[in-house]
């Protein structure tokens, strides 16, 4: 790389399942942008998400905290503004940060050190999705999520996310040339967060055809009766309403379909600020980061969405192209709490002073060839769930466990779809006890669970007093000054247009 600090391009999406991504983009995927980033990043087959859902696993990766410690444990839960994350460590070292796109912010704080935000967010600011432990099995309708999203799969030219993923391609891009103009001489780190693939399933139809004759439209596990699932499983069954709906064989092959189809349709929004990277040539010394929240099941086993430990939900893609640094791929496991340590490795920027609260690790050294000596963590404490759930990555293994439920045990290397749970097997007891024994260090599940309890029980109170007489959104509003813009009377025209354009004397 050159001397001057690298500036960082990341792209983030929604829901991208990471068994699609075993070192880059499965060779079927159309994704021609993707696959080109893939061939000189490095590929981590194996990330996982902190948390599989939303809100807490973004911030999770933004602060390098797992939800236990940044007390964002659910799609309503606040965000606090004295976490530090990688946009304020950045932005201290004198970086430009921005935000094109989703983030998931809940709280008055909608920047967390983001210097500038090109577009509001798609979903609410308030504490208005808070789930309640106090009811167990309660369905919240107008916010859960529901199987409707299958039955209705197919084919739409314009969707909600569709509009809000066009804006946030349209403002990256714009935000990559203004750069390159150099009007500030400062490095910059601009996050471009997209919320497709997430549901519904439906998809442009020009990105429906390219996948007609798709050999991957039915899951390598068929659904399995209601009894059979894992107790956690059936209280996402019975969080999704299933009883309300009838899924028929086209329906799973019209969502997988819809959903890969929206896999491409990011490739090309992808392509789009890529373009503009390159063009202005700045792709030389620009770090660029790809990487998903969470997963989707997919229909694997009947299962849809997220919120479950399973590969399909819990582990996505993440690529990491660095100038200079070889191209490979990584097996070890690594989480998405890795990225803000990484990113401050990458720009030289000290976390020391925040580091015995952090959780992380820089995925530099793994990137060159260090093994790892650190199990992966992840938790989940929200919608569908009774009380926390906890998980270890290490190796072959991954191990869960919830208070209300037994231990799991997999050894995804033998088992690859977790279908067999060796936690009673007695040939794995000395197993089981390692991940048991590292499972007490790390967690006190009643303090955990008496915690969330607390955190819920108080924003629902705030929530429902906030809502009566007059309402104070939260909700990001763009700051865009139209008269200063383009062409003005304060401007020297001959100045304005020499100074937006870029190259000059090409």
């Not at 030289?348 to 609260?357: A, H, I, N, R, T």
């Not at 963590?377 to 869960?400: C, D, H, I, N, Q």
Request: hydrophobic share 35%; glycine share 6%.
């Amino acid at each position: 790389m050159t001397s001057r600090k690298p500036n960082i391009l990341i792209f983030m999406v929604d829901q991208l399942n990471g068994t699609l991504f075993p070192d880059g983009p499965a060779d079927w995927l159309h994704t021609p942008n993707l696959k080109k980033l893939a061939e000189r990043s490095t590929r981590f087959a194996n990330a996982y998400t902190a948390s599989p859902l939303c809100a807490p696993g973004r911030a999770s990766y933004m602060s390098g905290l797992l939800p236990s410690r940044s007390r964002v444990y659910d799609n309503a839960a606040e965000f606090a503004a004295d976490i530090p994350t990688y946009a304020h460590h950045l932005r201290r070292a004198g970086y430009q940060t921005c935000l094109s796109g989703k983030m998931h912010f809940v709280g008055p704080d909608q920047l967390h050190g983001f210097e500038e935000r090109l577009t509001t967010d798609i979903y609410p600011a308030d504490f208005g999705w808070t789930p309640d432990y106090r009811k167990p099995g309660e369905r919240i309708d107008w916010w859960y999520h529901n199987l409707g999203s299958v039955t209705g799969a197919g084919v739409a030219e314009i969707s909600n996310q569709m509009e809000y993923d066009d804006e946030v391609a349209f403002h990256a891009t714009q935000k990559v040339y203004d750069l390159a103009r150099g009007h500030d001489g400062r490095p910059w780190c601009l996050t471009v967060s997209f919320t497709h693939p997430h549901d519904p399933y439906v998809a442009r139809k020009k990105y429906w055809d390219l996948y007609e004759d798709c050999a991957h439209l039915e899951p390598q596990v068929p659904a399995m009766a209601y009894g059979d699932h894992d107790p956690h499983s059936q209280r996402i069954f019975d969080a999704n309403d299933w009883r309300s709906f009838e899924i028929r064989d086209e329906d799973v092959r019209r969502s997988r379909r819809a959903y890969f189809a929206n896999v491409s349709y990011l490739d090309d929004r992808i392509g789009e600020v890529m373009t503009a990277l390159e063009g202005t040539r700045q792709d030389d010394h620009t770090i660029i980061l790809f990487v998903s929240d969470h997963g989707d099941m997919l229909g694997e086993r009947g299962l849809w969405f997220k919120m479950s430990f399973y590969e399909g939900s819990a582990r996505v893609p993440l690529m990491l192209h660095v100038p200079g640094m070889e191209p490979g791929r990584v097996s070890d496991p690594v989480s998405t709490i890795d990225v803000c340590p990484t990113l401050c490795d990458l720009a030289g920027v000290s976390m020391d002073e925040v580091k015995p609260w952090t959780e992380g690790h820089s995925l530099v050294p793994q990137a060159q060839g260090t093994p790892r000596d650190a199990p992966v963590a992840m938790e989940y404490a929200a919608e569908a769930s009774y009380a926390p759930l906890v998980a270890l990555r290490e190796g072959k293994w991954k191990f869960t466990r919830c208070a209300l439920d037994p231990d799991q045990l997999f050894d995804l290397d033998a088992d690859p779809h977790e279908l067999t749970n060796l936690a009673d097997d007695p040939a794995r007891a000395e197993t089981l006890e390692h991940f048991s024994a590292m499972a007490d260090a790390r967690w006190d599940l009643d303090a955990f669970d008496a915690q969330v309890r607390e955190s819920q029980a108080k924003r629902w109170v705030v929530y429902e007093a906030l809502r009566q007489g007059g309402y104070y959104p939260w909700d990001y509003q763009p700051l865009r000054d139209a008269s200063d813009r383009y062409m003005r009377n304060h401007m020297d025209l001959n100045v304005v247009e020499e100074n937006q354009r870029f190259p000059r004397g090409e």
